[in-house]
Every structure is written in C-alpha cells, then in structure tokens.
C-alpha cells in the first residue's frame, strides 16, 4: 500500500510538470484552463497519495541521489507528512476550482500565473515529503521566493511591492534561524538525512537542545505568524491578489507548523518542559493579539489575515501544550493536544480559504473591501451568503461545524492542567486557557460584525454591483463548506486518521483515549471497563450502530483517578437531534399560526420618514467598545483636525482620524529596526571613500587571519 | 437652504476672555452707544418708546459690531428677535441691561429686502432666532452658518412657505406637502465610520415628548447630539393674530401648560401696560403666591424627572408623590390642577378666602419639608451621584456665550433672575434667594432645583401671609392700541411676552420669547463626549420642555 | 442604600382604591361644568355668550355645554355672571358618536393592557398627567396597565395633542407599527377636537382627522383618574359615560 502512496506522489509530480509546460505555453483563456484542469487534478491525486498513505501506516521512501559532502536526496512520505499533504490538496483543489474566473478577469497574463503556480505546488510538496536536510532547505528557499513572486503578482510596475519585500526579508531571516538549527542538529548527529537526524538526536546538549528549539521555533515561526514575528503577515497577506491568497493562508502558513512539528516535536524533542512552556505563551499571545486586532478592522481582508494570526496562535499553543505533557511523561494529554492542534489546522485552512474566497468574491462583485461601506448583500448575493455564513459560523467555533470541535478540543487539553508537575507550569496553562477562552469570545464578536456589516441591513454606499459575475455558482466554495460541515459532523472519523500521525510523537494511541468503541464493544479496550460502556449505551451511544461504520459517535474524555468526570459531546448526534427540534419547532408553529395572517411592514425608527444608511451601525461603531476596553494594546493617537469652526456652537465639521501602530510594530518592528539602522548607519562610517584606509582594511585583516591560522 | 460656509473669523475665542465686562446702566450705555455708534443709532421719539426704551438702528450694516458691543463689552443679555410685518420690516432685538431693564433696537427695513445682516457670530444665542425668521417670515441672514430645515421641516414642507407673513392664509389646512425622496441630514462627524443614531420623535421608553435626535457617534460617545424640534410646533402666533385679547390670553396659557401660569402672568402684564392698568396689591401678591405655588410644583417634577432617568426609583417615586400633592393642591385651591383661567387682565378672576390659604400654606410646608429630607438622603447616594457628577457640563463661558437662562444657567454660573434683574409684579416686596452654582454638570442643577423649591416655598408664605384685603381685580378703563412686553421668571427660565393691540384692541402680532427655546442650543454642549447611557440623564438634567420651544 | 427601602416601605401604602372604591381626596379633579336651568332664556344666553370658544349653547332657559369643546377655562365657573353648575367626578371617557361599532378589547387584555403614548403638538398637560398615572398614589401598574417604548408590542394607542402637521406623519407610522388588534384611545380637548388650536395650517383639529378613534377623554387636561377610566373603558373593564343631558337641579 505504501508503494501506491509514493506511486500517487510520483503521478503528482508527473502532472505538475505538465500542467506547468502546458500553461506557460498557452495564452490567455487556455491557460487558465490548463491550470483548473491539471491544478485539479495534482490536488485530487495528492489528496489521494495522503489518504493511501494514512490508510498504509507503513512510509514510503525514495532516495533520490546522493551528493558528495551532502548526504543522499530523499522523498520521506510519512504520516504527519500525509496530514500536511491533504490539507494542502484540499485547498489546492478549492483555488483551482476557484482560479479560472478570476485569471481571465484579471488580464495578467495566466501563464506566467500557472507557472508560478505549479512551481510552488512541488516546492509545497517536495518540503512536506522532504527526507533529508537539503531538499527541504532548497524547497523551503524556493517556496519562500516563489510565494514573494505571487503576492507581487497583481503589482505592475509602479504598484507597491513593499508588503511581499517585507516578507521575503522576513522569511530570509527566519530561513537563517532554521538553517543554523539544522547545522547544530547536523553537526551533533553526524549526518544531514531526518532518519540520521533522529537517532543523534540524544547527543545533544542542553544548550544546544535549547538553541535548537528556539531557532527552530522562530524561524519556522515567522512563516506560521507568531508574536513578534508576524508583521508581515497582514501586510502581504492585504497585498496578495484573491486568486492566491486561499494558498496562501491555508497551504504556506501551514509550512510553520509543519516545520515546528518536525523539527522540535520529532527530529530533537529535548526532554524539559521548557520549550513547551514557550510555545504555550507565544501561541497564546499571537491568539490574544490576532483576534483583537480582527475585531477592530474593517477591510475584509486584513480583518481575515488577523485571525489568521489568531489561529495559529490557537495551533501553537496547542502544540506546546503537547510538548509540556509529553515531556512530563503524561502521553494521553499529550495525544490529546496534538489531536487538536491538528485537527485545528486542517479547519483553519478550510473555512480561511472559504471566507478568502468569499471575501474575493465581495471584492469582485461590489468593487469594495471596506465593511463601513457594504451591507445588504443577502438580497445581491443570496448563494454566497449562505456559503459565507457557513464559514463565519465555523470560524466562530458554533456547531455543528468545525471549528466547534477543534475549539473544544483545545480548551479541554488546557483543562488537564491538573496532571502537571508544578504549581508555575499549572499558573501558566491556566492562564493561557484563559487567555484562549477570551479570544474564542473575541472571534464571535469578529465574525458576527463581519457578516451582520457586510450582509445584512442596507448598504451603506452606491457600487457597481457585477450582477453577472455574481450569479455564477461557485462549485469551490461550496465544496469548502460541505466540508466544513463533515469535519464538524464527523470528527469520529477524522481522529483515527490524525491519530496515525499523533501515535508515534506523543506515544499514546489519541483514538483509544478519545473515541469510545460504542459501535464495536466487543472489542474490549483497557481504558474504558464494560460497565462504563453498559452505562453509555442506555444514554443511547450505540444509536447507528448498525448502519453506520466505525467505532462511535461521541468524542469522550476521561479523567483519571483524582478527576473522575467525564466530557463527551457528539456533534453527530447533536445534528440530528438539532434538525428533528428545528422540524418539530417548524410544524407545532406552522399549525399553531395557520389562521394567522402575516402583515409585514417596515422597520420600526422612531416614526421618522426614512431610515438612512447614515442612521445605521457601522462595523466601526460595532467594534468600538472592544477598541475602548482594550485601549492599553491598540494606543491610538486621535487626531482631530479641522474642526471647522466660528464657535463651539457653530461646527461644520469634525473629523476624528485614529492613527495606531501595531502592537508587534511599536514593541518590536521599530525598535528592532531603529537599532538595525543605527548599526548600519555606524557601520557605513566605514565607507567613506578613501582609498588609502580602504588599503588599510585590506592589510588589517590578512594580518588577522595570519595570526588566527598561527594560533589556531 | 444649502450649507454654508462661514467666512468670518472666530470671534468667541477672543470674547471669552471678557467674561467681566464694565457696568453701564441705561443712562450711561445710551451715552456709550451714541459715542461709539453716532450714526448709526439713534433714540427713538414716537409710540414704539412708550412702554419700552426703544432706540432706532439706522445703518442695517452696524448691527453686528453693535450687538457685539452691547453683549461682550457691556455683558448685556439677549432677550429675542421680535420680526413684525407692517408698511415695512421691524426687527426687533431685545437686550437686557443688566440691573436696570430691557432694551430694544429697532431695525426698519423696505418689505422688497429680503436680506439682514446676521449678528448669529456675535451673539450665538441669536442661531436660532434668525432661522425661525427665515423659516417662518422668509428673510435672509447674511453669512449665518445654518439656514433652513427648522420648524418647517425639509423633509415634509415645501420651500418658501413664510406661514408668518400677512399673505398666508392660517386656515388653509389642505397644503400640498412635496416630500423630499433625496433628503439627507445634515452631519457634521465625518469619520468615516461615523453615524448617526436616530432617537425619536415617538420616543424615550413611555413618556417623552416629540423630540427628535441625531446621535452622532462613532461607537462608544455621543460626538454630537442635534436636536430637530418643532414636532410640536401649532403656529401659536399666527391663530393669535386677529383675535381678542380675552381669547388669545387662552393660548398664552395653553401652549405650555407646565408654567400656564407665569406665561399667562406674562401676557397679561404686556396688555396692562397698554391698557395702563394699575392691578390692585391683593392680587399682586396672589399672583406671586401662584407663581411660586406653579414653580414648586415644576420644580418637584424636573426633579422627579432626574430621579426617574437615574433608575433611582423610591427617590423618583418620593418626589412624584410630592407633586401630585402640589398639584391636587392647586386644583383645591384656584380650581385647576395647572392654574388655567385664573390670570386676566388687571389681575385675577378669583378670590382665595383665609381658610383655602391656610389649607394651602399647610400643604406647600410638608411638601417642602418633604423635598428637603429628599434632598439629604440622595446627597448620601454614591451610586446616584455618580450618574449627575461631571456628567454633562456646560462651563460658565459657554453658558455666557450661548447666554442660557432659568436653572440651567445659574447652575453654571449665571446669577441671572428676572425677578431680582427686572422686578415684575411685586416681587421687589419679598425677601429671597437666587441659588447659584458654579460647576455646571447634573448635580449642580439638581442642588440649583431643590434650593430654588426651597425658596418658592418661603415666597408662598411671605406672599399669603401679607394678604391685604381688597381687590381683586382692576377693571379695564381706557382701552388702546399699543405695543408692549411683558416678562416672567417662568420655572424654566426668563420669558417675554409682546403684544401689539390694534385699535380694536385685537391681537395683531402676538410674540413669545421662551426660555426653552434658548436653553436647547446648550444640549449639545453638554452631550458631547459623553457615553450613549448618559444622554437621557443629561437631557433629564436640562429639564426643557419641547413644546415650550415649539409654541 | 438600603436606607432608600427602608424610606419607602415608611410612607405606607399611598394608593387610591379607585376604582374598587371612588377616590374623594380633594383636588383629584377640577370637575366639569353641567347643563343649568336659569330663570330666563336671556340669562342662559348670558351664560352662553361666556365662554370664548362656544361650548355652551342656550335653548330656551337650559345653558347646555358640549365637553368635547369645552377647554376648561373657568369662565363659567367664577368670575363672571351667570354661571353654570359644576360637578365633581372623573369618570369621563365616551366614544365618539361617530363610531356605532365600538368593542372594547378582548377580555384577556383586561388585567394585562400596553399603552403606547404619542405626543402629536400636546400642551404638556395632558401629557403629564398620563405620567402622574405611574406615580405611587395612582399606580396603574397594579391594575395592568403598562406604557411600552414601541408601538410594536402595544395595544392602545394614547394620543395626545391636536396633531401638529409636523407629527401627523410619526403619528401615521405608529398606527401602522401597532399590530392587530389595536385601540385608539384620544386624551384631551385638543385630542378630540383641537382645542384652542383647532384646525390650521398647522393642527390637524384633533386625532379623529387623522386616525379612527374608539374611546375619548373628555377634559382639559383630564385628571389622572378621568385617564384610568378611559384606559379601563378601552380594556372592557368599565363602560363608557354618556354626556350629562341634566342639569343637577332636575336630577
């Protein structure tokens, strides 16, 4: 079966390599084509490889060539490889269902797009099956560059390409920090190739197990958009054109974590709880930080690359709660974080490309980001409302959707807080669940302004509104939502295959922990007696067991000896018992009100003539308390200019400009470029232009290096 | 009208420094005047100078530095624009000397102008009168910032209507109402994610009345509250024009019923002056025993008032029993629970006999004991407190600048009372206080509320207590034509009432200055910048009344 | 704090008993004035010929008043000659002679009857005094009745004032904010037939030009308790008055 994984990954590549020759050299319309139809099929062929993969449980190995001094160049495909690979095909398959209508509005040229386009793809692909240093370093270097060419994609010449030269610096030095971590780990183990890294991995030092970790963790932080690394992400993420940022939000960002996980939760685990304790706190603020900012914003898309931020400030943190446990020796828990910060992972990348998307589409349709000027876009946009509720409500952790059960999941690992060693280590999970309770809250907020602001009451400025562009159906939107929706329903199905990647990092089995067997209790399991079976199965959890396949329906966490209470939730169940009320409810109203006529009439204003847009909430208005409470982050400067005025009584005009500095910017970008431009500008005292000291460089140093090779 | 941009400099900036101008009194200010303004003014010789100093603006173009002069340099107070039609335009601005009595300078205009120097940058207090002209009589103010969509609003009325002017006819009731589909408010944040929450007209959770607001906002704070009145505006003073005085004095008394009493008190003093009636002592002094009986009781309600927007509910409950008691009061001993039909010209229709007033005298001392416990046991209410202290405040140099009256102003400073400034109709007999203030924001009102009960209560028993028997009322002698004015301290604040009498002794411009509409200008001062929460207490410490304003 | 409780449960219970008992305290109400016998056709002419807005007409020696005009100004009860007969009482509240088909509200809206209150160009009397009915000594709360903030959940609509042109709109739209089924219910003189305003450019002449109303208060301003009973009249918990037709005399 594994030979069908990497059989499938080969085709991959194959059709990739194609798809990329065949849209460079078709024009226009056919190019466009050439990459729906080869991008479609990469992403369902890849989508395919993962899941023959997971289904294997043995990996797939393919040394490539062997260089001398470097080591062999090798394909691994294994099971957290996998998990990284489907989500990445899943979006892919959404953005390339998606690409066509927008390449051929745009009038880029769309080859240069599928060029771009396939290129990274593989250097995606070649990163997450990368067996050995290298190939993931020159993938990762490739990516980094590929990713900077598409977000200038949109700007000709004269556009601004500051955002994506932000980013590629930034992702230049994050690059360095994880090449330095690698050299250290190399150096250590005596060889370059992951399987080689692993087993000297023991032979590290503290120190350099430390230097390992945090190189590692911020530089593959800057691509995963932790505090205070993320400055660019809102930047090139705004910056971005719509036909790429789905990828770029729910492929590359997931590169991170990918990165995180291999190098710090596989490759060199270290053996503290040190590490883990720093991922936990970073994550946790990056969560803070991102949905705060989210809720203040008013461009769509800004406002969605900071809860961009948010999630993977959610993903982090989960991930170090997984290192604290599994290096306290509690593995259950620690399977347990893994499981959510995956799980959290491969949602986040589904309903972000669904509102990337849908945010495109608003963008397309009316001409405007802006949510103070939208609303009433349920009567324009009636389908994409409804898509775009789907992923607002999954972004929101409501159920029965996603993000529900990957919320959930998140909160309850930072519940066994119990289980840890030391009063600190407790203090601080506790107050980082605190801190992830508060942003959980905060993206409600977010989201609900974002769609009330946007789709509901009447709009709030005149556009173009593109009617035809606007009915045609979008088969990529809706396919993210359907899956919003059966990775909400079905999370019985999706643990299991998480728990392959899971197993062998935390070292306890996540579906024994998590999925009671109450469809299959014959088998007996050593965590959960017969009698506590006995007990659920009157409670109903064995309803479906015969039509429906698997080992149950309802997720189950058990606390140990010192904590016996149980948490369980079934979203499943919790579906249909959600459709039978809503159809009860439906049918007892639609008897009760049958002689009853319906008299619609206006909205209720007070009794003036009209009610004006300009009498209407605003998304500013709506998330002014947030910036009010949490005035300590944001520090606005309010300057208020021209008042034009004869006396306070007579004022024509008030105009209130709020200019903010980014948190991350004012802590840490300006400061860290202050000093930066100081060094520099000491430094460029050096160049002044006389030849005679220039000579005397020249001779300084060859003296140094005389003397350094005599001593050393 | 469309908005316009003013053009000339900021003026108040400079102005505010001279918050102490010099002292004149008549004598020395007409000197002043004609050294400052020769040509430009001059006294007036004829019938206008009967009743009032009148003094002739010859030169329209000197009428803003003269309004300058005369209200920052000799801290006159502006009393209102009184626009009359007749062969010619008489604009009529009324100024109050303080200490020694009112003013008038008459401005006569050829009917075919249509154009008058606006003095709105001098005297902001001015604003709203130069709109009411321009609304109701068609004249243009020259460079005034904000014309239009006032009492006849834009939205709903057609342009060019002047229902003041002779012409128009009062009775047409079938006029055609064009209704703007393109109107827009007029804003003045312009953030832009600013808007403006409507409250109103059909409003405040029960009782209100019909008043409209734009809250402007940006989310949190109120940046600017505009009121749009006049909802319940009933053209009090064209359905006067042609009727008897007898018949207008009913209107006097019933477009404000709350202070019916001192606004009828006011019109019946404008009318003795023209008929020369001398009213007799006994009824000088019920007058003031009714007054003050019509004071007390408003007082009790604003405070009720303050109590109820607080959500303090015993205190609001306290102070309503109080007023009902004061109103059953009244009703037993004049016949009506808001004093309707007692005034008439020379004096009152009634008379009280010693047992009434001494049922009377009975009930005025509990309810203002009663007041007086209230007041110390909400003085001790944290919570209370914290919903009036610096909440709402107009400084003493915006409330000079927009020359507030009543309560409200001497709550931010302004020691200003009709009945001490300009004694009317034996108020110079009595001893009493005029509390004053100096903060400015809701509990500097409230204090300036329960003392000024305080003080009606003692000028209920000064007046009773010195009863003379003897008449009740002077009968009408020679009646005449003729224009004069009439004032009042009415619990709101200082009203004017002006009656010009033709020969048959019928009404032919009847005009109302109310302190409402001059105590309005000064909400948005006091709302900016405070939270949604605090703008029905804010309004409630204002104690307006719209339909006082609206007439 | 706590001292407010204690404050208030001391005053005791101030609430009249009306209307399961008359309320007789004095100043409750000014009264209204009732059809006289005179001695002579001149004299009731006499009587009539005072009052400015001309309520009260004169047929043979009966001086009768028509209280929908009548707008309480005293003049036929002193300071005159040839005055007219008061009574005390309070129970004011009839239907317009126009409207035959009146029905009070169904009988589950008798203990549980929403007021929405619209003031369209009122004086401030009547206005106030529908406010003195939430006062401890009135409290109409205890007989369930309660003023809501939108015409939405309403079921009575209390208007008062003549109708301002500028409020007949705001008017309109509350009426049709209200759901079925609804009641008007016009306080005041002017409410009824514009009052000293009457019919202008700028006064409509009474709520019944603008809307179709089922119960009037007669009164200017009616007494708090003349409010109750028109508000028991509309919840079917009281009948509605007639007029009085005779003079106290003859009765």
């Not at chain 1, 914003?297 to 170090?320: F, Q, R, Y």
């Not at chain 1, 909160?411 to 066994?416: A, D, S, W």
């Not at chain 1, 070292?507 to 922990?513: C, I, K, L, M, V």
Request: hydrophobic fraction near 45%; proline fraction near 5%; aromatic fraction near 10%.
């Amino acid at each position: 079966m594994a030979a069908y994984a990497g059989a499938a990954l080969l085709l991959f590549f194959a059709l990739c390599a194609t798809g990329l020759i065949l849209s460079s050299l078709f024009r226009g319309k056919y190019a466009s084509l050439a990459i729906a139809w080869f991008g479609t099929l990469c992403s369902i062929v890849l989508m395919a490889a993962a899941g023959l993969r997971l289904a294997a449980g043995a990996d797939f190995q393919l040394n490539l060539w062997t260089l001398n001094g470097f080591g062999t160049l090798s394909l691994h495909l294994d099971a957290l490889s996998a998990i990284f690979l489907f989500v990445a095909g899943l979006v892919y398959l959404s953005c390339c269902l998606f690409a066509p209508d927008y390449l051929s509005r745009d009038g880029h040229p769309a080859g240069r797009y599928g060029l771009l386009h396939f290129a990274l793809m593989a250097s995606v692909v070649l990163i997450l099956t990368a067996g050995d240093v290298l190939t993931f370093l020159i993938s990762w270097e490739c990516m980094s560059i590929l990713c900077y060419l598409l977000v200038n994609y949109e700007q000709g010449p004269e556009g601004d390409s500051t955002a994506g030269y932000i980013m590629l610096a930034m992702s230049e030095a994050g690059f360095l920090a994880v090449v330095i971590a690698f050299l250290i780990a190399g150096n250590a183990a005596g060889g370059y190739s992951f399987g080689v890294l692993r087993m000297g991995a023991a032979h590290l030092s503290g120190t350099a197990t430390w230097g390992v970790f945090l190189l590692g963790f911020l530089g593959f932080g800057v691509k995963a958009g932790l505090v205070p690394l993320n400055f660019w992400l809102p930047r090139s993420y705004t910056a971005a054109p719509p036909v790429f940022i789905p990828v770029f939000a729910g492929v590359t960002l997931n590169l991170g974590f990918y990165g995180i996980l291999r190098l710090n939760a596989d490759l060199v685990p270290g053996h503290g709880i040190g590490p883990g304790l720093v991922a936990l706190v970073i994550g946790a603020v990056t969560a803070l930080v991102g949905i705060l900012y989210a809720t203040t914003e008013n461009d769509l898309k800004t406002m969605l690359a900071h809860s961009s931020i948010e999630n993977a400030g959610i993903i982090a943190a989960g991930i170090g709660a997984f290192l604290v446990f599994r290096n306290s020796g509690n593995a259950v828990p620690a399977a347990l974080a893994l499981i959510a910060a995956l799980y959290h992972m491969l949602n986040h990348s589904t309903y972000k490309a669904l509102l990337y998307q849908g945010a495109g589409h608003i963008e397309a349709a009316t001409g405007t980001r802006d949510m103070d000027r939208l609303g009433g876009l349920i009567r324009s946009l009636p389908a994409l409302s409804i898509v775009f509720l789907a992923g607002c409500l999954a972004i929101a952790a409501v159920p029965p959707f996603n993000g529900f059960v990957s919320e959930w999941l998140t909160l309850q690992t930072f519940l066994r807080s119990a289980l840890l060693p030391s009063a600190a280590v407790k203090i601080i999970f506790a107050l980082s669940g605190a801190i992830l309770a508060l942003t959980a809250a905060l993206a409600v907020t977010c989201f609900v302004k974002t769609y009330a602001m946007s789709f509901l009451g009447t709009p709030r400025s005149n556009w173009e509104s593109n009617a035809e562009f606007a009915r045609r159906p979008r088969f990529s939107l809706i396919l993210l939502a359907v899956a919003c929706v059966l990775l909400g329903v079905l999370p019985t199905y999706v643990i299991p295959a998480l728990n392959r990647a899971v197993e062998p990092l935390a070292g306890a089995n996540a579906t024994a922990s998590l999925v009671p067997p109450f469809f299959t209790a014959t088998q007996a399991n050593q965590q959960l007696p017969p009698a506590f079976l006995a007990d659920f199965h009157n409670l109903g959890a064995q309803t479906g067991a015969r039509w429906v396949p698997g080992r149950g329906l309802v997720i189950l966490l058990r606390g140990g000896e010192q904590n016996p209470v149980v948490f369980a939730m079934s979203p499943s169940y919790s579906v249909v018992a959600l459709t039978i009320l809503l159809l009860l409810a439906w049918f007892v109203t639609s008897r009760l009100t049958r002689r009853r006529s319906l008299v619609k009439n206006e909205v209720w204003a007070g009794g003036i003539p009209t009610l004006l847009p300009e009498m209407t909430y605003t998304a500013t208005g709506f998330s002014n308390p947030v910036r009010v409470v949490f005035q300590a982050i944001f520090r606005p400067n309010i300057v208020e200019d021209t008042r034009e005025t004869v006396a306070v009584h007579f004022r024509t005009a008030i105009r209130r400009r709020r200019d903010e500095t980014h948190l991350v910017d004012r802590l840490f970008f300006h400061p860290v470029g202050t000093i930066v431009n100081s060094v520099a500008r000491l430094l460029a005292g050096m160049h002044h232009g006389r030849l005679n000291a220039y000579v005397a460089y020249v001779l300084g140093f060859l003296i140094l290096i005389l003397v350094l090779y005599r001593v050393g | 009208m469309g908005e316009r941009r003013m053009t000339l400099t900021d003026s108040s900036i400079a102005n505010t420094q001279k918050i102490n101008p010099q002292r004149y009194d008549a004598q020395s200010l007409a000197a002043a005047i004609e050294q400052r303004f020769a040509s430009a003014v001059s006294p007036s010789a004829n019938e206008e100078s009967r009743f009032d100093r009148t003094l002739i603006v010859t030169q329209p173009e000197a009428l803003p530095s003269l309004a300058q002069f005369l209200f920052w340099d000799a801290g006159c107070s502006f009393g209102g624009l009184i626009v009359e039609e007749r062969e010619e335009w008489i604009l009529r601005y009324v100024f109050r000397i303080p200490g020694d009595g009112w003013i008038h300078f008459i401005l006569r205009l050829p009917l075919a102008t249509r154009t008058v120097p606006s003095i709105s940058a001098q005297i902001h207090a001015a604003d709203w009168y130069e709109r009411e002209a321009e609304d109701l009589f068609g004249l243009e103010f020259e460079e005034h910032p904000r014309l239009g969509d006032f009492i006849l609003h834009d939205q709903v009325w057609q342009e060019g209507l002047a229902p003041m002017r002779k012409a128009f006819d009062a009775g047409q009731t079938h006029l055609k109402k064009r209704p703007k589909e393109d109107w827009h408010p007029v804003l003045v944040v312009q953030d832009p994610g600013a808007f403006a929450m409507p409250v109103g007209p059909v409003y405040e959770g029960g009782i209100g009345e019909s008043v409209h607001f734009l809250l402007e906002t940006v989310g949190e704070d109120v940046i600017r509250a505009v009121p749009r009145l006049f909802y319940n505006y009933r053209a009090v003073e064209k359905i006067a024009e042609g009727k008897s005085v007898l018949d207008a004095l009913l209107l006097a008394e019933r477009f404000s019923a709350k202070s019916a009493f001192a606004h009828s008190l006011a019109y019946c003093q404008a009318v003795e002056k023209i008929f020369e009636q001398q009213v007799p002592l006994r009824a000088r002094s019920l007058r003031v025993a009714l007054a003050e009986l019509e004071r007390l009781r408003h007082h009790a309600g604003a405070i009720a008032a303050i109590c109820q927007s607080t959500a303090l509910t015993v205190s609001e409950a306290h102070a309503a029993i109080v007023e009902e008691q004061l109103l059953r009061a009244s009703c037993a001993f004049a016949g009506h629970r808001y004093l309707f039909g007692l005034n008439t010209p020379g004096g009152l229709r009634r008379d009280f006999d010693a047992q009434n007033c001494r049922n009377l005298l009975g009930t005025v001392d509990t309810t203002s004991r009663q007041l007086h416990r209230l007041e110390e046991r909400l003085r001790y209410s944290s919570s209370f407190l914290d919903r009036l202290e610096d909440v709402g405040i107009i400084s003493q140099e915006s409330a000079r600048d927009l020359d507030l009256v009543g309560p409200l102003g001497r709550a931010s400073g302004l020691a200003h009372d009709l009945r001490r400034a300009c004694p009317y109709g034996g108020y110079e007999r009595y001893r009493f206080e005029v509390p004053c203030e100096k903060e400015g924001d809701g509990f500097a009102r409230l204090r300036v509320l329960f003392s000024e009960a305080q003080q009606s209560a003692k000028l209920i028993h000064q007046a009773v207590e010195s009863l003379e028997p003897g008449e009740i009322c002077a009968p009408v002698t020679q009646p005449s034509a003729g224009a004069a004015s009439g004032w009042v301290e009415a619990p709101i604040g200082a009203a004017m009432h002006w009656i010009r009498l033709d020969r048959e002794q019928k009404v032919e411009r009847y005009r109302i200055l109310s302190p409402s509409f001059r105590n309005w200008l000064g909400l948005h001062v006091a709302v900016e910048d405070f939270a949604f929460q605090d703008f029905p207490i804010i309004l409630a410490t204002f104690g307006l009344s719209a339909s006082e304003c609206d007439r | 704090m706590s001292s407010w409780f204690w404050h208030g449960v001391r005053r005791g219970i101030q609430t009249t008993r009306y209307p399961g008992a008359p309320e007789t305290a004095a100043g409750v109400s000014p009264g209204r004035p009732l059809p006289t016998t005179f001695a002579s056709p001149e004299q009731a002419f006499q009587a009539a010929s005072n009052c400015p807005v001309g309520a009260i007409s004169a047929s043979k020696n009966i001086a009768s008043v028509d209280l929908r005009t009548c707008v309480w100004c005293q003049r036929c009860h002193f300071g005159s000659s040839n005055l007219l007969n008061w009574d005390e009482g309070y129970e004011w509240a009839q239907t317009p002679a126009t409207k035959k088909d009146y029905s009070a509200l169904h009988s589950a809206f008798g203990q549980s009857l929403h007021v929405m209150v619209v003031d369209a160009g009122d004086c401030g009397a009547c206005l106030h005094e529908v406010k003195q009915l939430n006062n401890p000594l009135y409290n109409m709360h205890r007989l369930g009745i309660f003023l809501t903030a939108t015409p939405r959940t309403a079921d009575v609509l209390l208007v008062v004032g003549p109708v301002s042109e500028n409020m007949r709109g705001p008017l309109l739209k509350t009426y049709e904010a209200m759901p079925d089924p609804k009641r008007v219910l016009a306080v005041g003189t002017c409410a009824i037939t514009g009052g000293v305003f009457g019919k202008s450019f700028m006064s409509a002449g009474g709520v019944g030009m603008v809307l179709p109303v089922d119960v009037e208060v007669l009164g200017d301003p009616p007494p708090p308790l003349a409010i109750l009973h028109g508000l028991l009249v509309v919840a079917g918990r009281k009948k509605p008055t007639t007029a009085p037709t005779q003079s106290r005399e003859e009765a």
